[in-house]
């Protein structure tokens, strides 16, 4: 798949993983639906395809797609967010490797580091790692394995110095992975400041139309696996070791799938402005209403991540933000009293969301360590014009 001579992100994002068909010159990857390919002769693959579960055309021009979007060169799709860092663990660490992660995680990947994969033998510990000092202090004395951030954070849309944790964590000797599910690689280039991989749960801005579900994981150039790591299948180079492993696990997307997440790629620099745009117009409503006790969101200047966001991400912190009001029972009244947004768990869509955290998304953490209360909401700002979002919340704010 070719990429073009380019370093212009939107046109970048069009033309990136894929050249006309050189037969029926289609300007749009098409759906490769077959489950097995010919071979000319036993073990002489056609363009390396053997088997859906191998490769696939579609989806590898996907893959390679988000990675020169990140750039990089090898990209891997999944079915899920979930499975992409499943497997992503899977191929960097191994029992007794210890993971430090951010306080403020996604609730799936929160269960996967508590519950799942301790009794896998890979313990791990949540950290403010925005307190650079308390980041240093547990980095340095535990010597993790892998240092997982997510950042901006959720719900809480805390930022994190990708820069200042990627020192940290290689001085160690240690890998960085960075959830860059809420920018994108419209507003941060996660592998540019330093870390060793980016995750994606493609099903939010990537697709970007809430018809698909998809992750992906995408490789720093020339990243090896960490020399206490034996090798499933005998690769020391991480890209090359993740192609067998993600054909032995099966953890395989449709390549249907993957056609509509590498659309959503071409109107992604589109669609993030006007997601930012809004967002940033929704927050600063809220933060002036009575009924409101805290905004979330480091486009405003009083937000606590809103100086690092400022140098991390110049073009915008995204459509997610959340918010508190004064009780549970207040917040769950609200949830049922919008007109436009809709009351659904996900994000990145055209469509506008809301949510309940605590009930919704991320039970797992609700009391323990970064708990999420119960009187806060997340919003996924869409769009829509903002003035009609803007009253939606006016008028259910009104009934609490």
């Known amino acids: 798949m070719s990429t073009p001579d380019c370093t212009t992100f939107s046109t970048l994002a069009i033309h990136a993983g894929f050249d006309p068909d050189s037969i029926t010159g289609d300007v749009v990857p098409p759906i490769h639906v077959a489950s097995t390919f010919v071979q000319d002769r036993p073990g002489e693959l056609r363009e390396g395809y053997e088997y859906g579960r191998c490769g696939n055309p579609t989806t590898n021009a996907f893959a390679g797609a988000l990675a ?14 979930m499975s992409a860092e499943d497997t992503v663990i899977r191929l960097l660490a191994r029992p007794g490797d210890h993971v430090v992660h951010s ?13 799942i994969k301790p009794a896998e033998g890979i313990t791990s510990e949540a950290v403010d790692l925005t307190d650079l000092a308390e980041a240093e202090r547990v980095i340095r004395g535990s010597r993790p394995q892998i240092v997982w951030v997510e950042t901006p954070s959720n719900p809480f849309l805390l930022v994190t110095d990708i820069a200042a944790i990627a020192a940290l964590t290689h001085e160690v000797g240690g890998l960085l992975i960075v959830d860059n599910t809420f920018a994108t690689p419209v507003l941060q280039h996660p592998l540019k400041l330093g870390a060793d991989v980016v995750v994606h749960s493609t099903t939010k801005y990537v697709g970007g139309h809430s018809d698909v579900v998809g992750g992906a994981f995408i490789l720093r150039d020339g990243l090896e696996l960490p020399a206490h790591v034996d090798p499933f299948f005998g690769e020391r ?5 993740a192609v067998k492993l993600q054909m032995a696990l099966g953890h395989v997307p449709s390549p249907r799938d993957t056609y509509l997440a590498h659309r959503g790629l071409k109107t992604l620099a589109l669609r993030v402005e006007r997601h930012c745009e809004n967002a940033q117009k929704v927050a600063e409503f809220l933060a002036t209403h009575p009924k409101v006790t805290a905004v979330h969101y480091p486009g405003l200047a009083s937000d606590p991540g809103h100086e690092l966001a400022q140098r991390q991400n110049p073009a915008g912190v995204g459509g997610v933000l959340s918010f508190q009001v004064a009780t549970e029972e207040s917040a769950i009244e609200l949830t049922t009293r919008t007109r436009v ?24 953490r609700v009391g323990g360590v970064g708990g999420v209360p119960g009187t806060l909401l997340r919003l996924a700002v869409g769009l829509e014009d903002v003035n009609d979002l803007i009253a939606d ?4 704010l009104a009934q609490i």
């Open 103 to 115: 306080t403020d995680v996604y609730g799936g990947t929160h269960k996967l580091l508590s519950v």
């Open 68 to 81: 020169a979007l990140e750039a990089a060169t090898h990209g891997f799709a999944f079915p899920s967010g």
């Open 393 to 396: 919340l006016d008028q259910a």
């Open 341 to 364: 947004f809709a009351l659904a768990a996900s994000l990145g869509a055209p469509e506008s969301l809301i949510e309940h955290p605590a009930i919704m998304t991320h039970s797992t």
């Open 237 to 241: 180079d991480a890209a090359a070791e």
